[in-house]
């Protein structure tokens, strides 16, 4: 039978003895006690085991030769084991185990104590490991701190960018005279018309969860490509030369390229590359006649697909310099004019069921 100490081995401090020889156990557990540690014994390796794995222990004496299982053994076993393979290992040798003493130290052990045991030598070995470890548990403890706060510096410095993307999109949005409104409107409207997707089941391999809530947080920036385009143009009352449009048309180019250079985290890679797409692509249109790329069907962003829906919808029913906003009723009379050449027709299928939803 194993002997086990009187107090858990789930208390600090403990070590744990294993020799089969109960005199070695008795002789090394009043050592161990005198040095402040709670010392638990096990007669052989397959008992040892189950104790650590019940709850590991600071260290371990272990004997070499054992019944039913040896140290060699035990040790190969908790070395593989990620959850034990840092605890300390002291072997028990003898004087005439060279051999065993470096097939020990190959498998992971860390020292020796040899028999008859010197309780000085002992202490010293068993103290320097315990030291040893606990400065390792505490290094381990300070990176994980360490780690946890440069992630948090990490994500408030992402969370600023962020922010400062979207100042420049309100600013784009002021430069238009757009509406207060607007931006709100669009966000929510986009996600409405994506969860409608999602639920008819509409590209259900790109619509997920995550990705409405990146559409969400991207549709916003659809426009900031703006804030390279002079006020005097986006507020001009009259009709648009053609230099005039061409300036307007390069707005997407700037958009994209703006959000693409932003260096963000992997965390916020997808919301950046959705952002940049909507940016560059909400003005292309499904017949293959919107700009700056002339893109065609499927090879328009899914992202900004939707978001060319909404926005148009946003537009129309929204004041511009020009106009005042429009009744809903005429805008979608406006949208079910031009929807073959601009929008996919199963988005704008899904639209027209939920459009009463949106603001």
């Known amino acids: 039978?194993?002997?086990?100490?009187?107090?858990?081995?789930?208390?600090?401090?403990?070590?744990?003895?294993?020799?089969?020889?109960?005199?070695n156990r008795f002789v090394l557990s009043n050592i161990i006690k005198s040095m402040g540690y709670t010392p638990a014994t096990a007669e052989n390796g397959r008992v040892a085991l189950d104790m650590i794995r019940e709850s590991a222990p600071e260290l371990i004496l272990l004997d070499v030769a054992m019944p039913e299982m040896d140290g060699f053994e035990l040790t190969g076993i908790l070395k593989a084991d990620v959850t034990t393979r840092d605890i300390p290992i002291i072997f028990i040798s003898a004087f005439d185990e060279t051999a065993d003493m470096v097939k020990g130290f190959k498998l992971g052990g860390q020292d020796y104590v040899v028999k008859p045991f010197v309780p000085e030598v002992v202490k010293a070995r068993v103290g320097v490991h315990l030291q040893f470890n606990n400065t390792r548990k505490e290094l381990q403890a300070s990176n994980k701190r360490l780690q946890a706060s440069l992630s948090n510096q990490l994500r408030q410095i992402e969370e600023e960018k962020k922010g400062v993307l979207y100042a420049l999109a309100n600013l784009a949005r002021t430069n238009s005279m757009y509406g207060d409104e607007y931006l709100e409107r669009l966000q929510y409207n986009c996600k409405i018309l994506a969860q409608a997707l999602q639920i008819a089941e509409v590209y259900p391999e790109i619509i997920s969860d995550s990705y409405i809530e990146n559409l969400e947080v991207a549709a916003p920036l659809m426009d900031i490509g703006n804030v390279a385009v002079a006020k005097v143009i986006l507020q001009k009352d009259t009709e648009l030369s053609q230099e005039d449009r061409a300036y307007i048309e390069n707005?997407?180019?700037?958009?994209?390229?703006?959000?693409?250079?932003?260096a963000l985290q992997k965390d916020y890679k997808d919301f950046v590359d959705m952002a940049a797409d909507i940016a560059g692509c909400h003005h292309e249109n499904w017949d293959g006649s919107g700009y700056p790329a002339r893109l065609k069907g499927e090879e328009i962003p899914l992202s900004a697909q939707i978001v060319s829906v909404v926005s148009i919808f946003c537009a129309l029913t929204s004041d511009r310099v020009y106009r005042e906003a429009l009744p809903r009723e005429r805008a979608i009379e406006i949208m079910e004019e031009i929807h073959e050449a601009r929008f996919n027709p199963m988005i704008y299928s899904v639209y027209k069921m939920i459009i009463n939803q949106l603001k």
């Not at 002997?3 to 744990?16: D, M």
Request: hydrophobic share 45%; aromatic share 0%.
């Open 1 to 23: 039978m194993a002997e086990i100490a009187s107090v858990s081995t789930k208390e600090k401090g403990c070590v744990l003895i294993v020799d089969d020889v109960e005199v």
């Open 251 to 262: 707005h997407t180019t700037v958009g994209s390229k703006l959000l693409r250079d932003i």
